[in-house]
T-cell receptor, first 113, second 112 residues
């Protein structure tokens, strides 16, 4: 069966450390994968997109990797800050999903001062 | 701040009421979406409009009726809803169907 999975447990990280979130998928042929941030009671906000032929993408303190062999994307926040606390969602755009985004359930990230 | 504007931000309605959620974007996007999101769950796609035509209806009950009056506006008409329909309703848009999606802040709907 096809699925996309994120760690459902909250991730607690000390301020200043690097936070790493994982997104795994099975049985999709991805075109690209996106990461979104969602704060409580608000709509998701787009952060980064990485294509299936790209290994790594960076934006300021954010870095995304994409390994189509492992069927995994990692999302890193370096020098984490309490303001980075939110739920982070990955979304896969796959040829076999008619290019509709398939969403992970999200991982809640808590950065402790 | 999001460039997709949704109104109202909060709506409480009875099961016999008729109400509408409204959405507007001025980014020139040609695809618009309605999503439903329950607590601690990912957004769940309801409808997709592409070039003002309904292209996807994810088997949504007929008590939800979408409307796209023009390329900037998207409405969701609500009638005879059930308490389990209470959720955050998100409007979104993208340049083309399947590209990066830009969400509004959402409309919190409570059905009593």
């Amino acid at each position: 069966s096809q699925k996309i999975e994120q760690n459902s447990e909250a991730l607690n990280i000390q301020e200043g450390k690097t936070a790493t979130l994982t997104c795994n998928y099975t049985n999709y042929s991805p075109a690209y994968l996106q990461w979104y941030r969602q704060d409580p009671g608000r709509g998701p906000v787009f952060l980064l997109l990485i294509r299936e032929n790209e290994k790594e993408k960076r934006k300021e303190r954010l870095k995304v990797t994409f390994d189509t062999t492992l069927k995994q994307s990692l999302f890193h926040i370096t020098a984490s800050q309490p303001a980075d606390s939110a739920t982070y969602l990955c979304a896969l755009d796959a040829m076999d999903s008619n290019y509709q985004l398939i969403w992970g359930a999200g991982t809640k990230l808590i950065i402790k001062p | 701040d999001t460039e997709v504007t949704q109104t109202p931000k909060h709506l409480v309605m009875g099961m016999t009421n008729k109400k509408s959620l409204k959405c507007e974007q001025h980014m020139g996007h040609r695809a618009m979406y309605w999503y439903k999101q329950k607590a601690k769950k990912p957004p769940e796609l309801m409808f997709v409009y592409s070039y003002e035509k309904l292209s996807i209806n994810e088997s949504v009950p007929s008590r939800f009726s979408p409307e796209c009056p023009n390329s900037s506006l998207l409405n969701l008409h609500l009638h005879a809803l059930q308490p389990e329909d209470s959720a955050l309703y998100l409007c979104a848009s993208s340049q083309e169907n399947g590209n990066t999606i830009y969400f509004g802040e959402g409309s919190w709907l409570t059905v009593v």
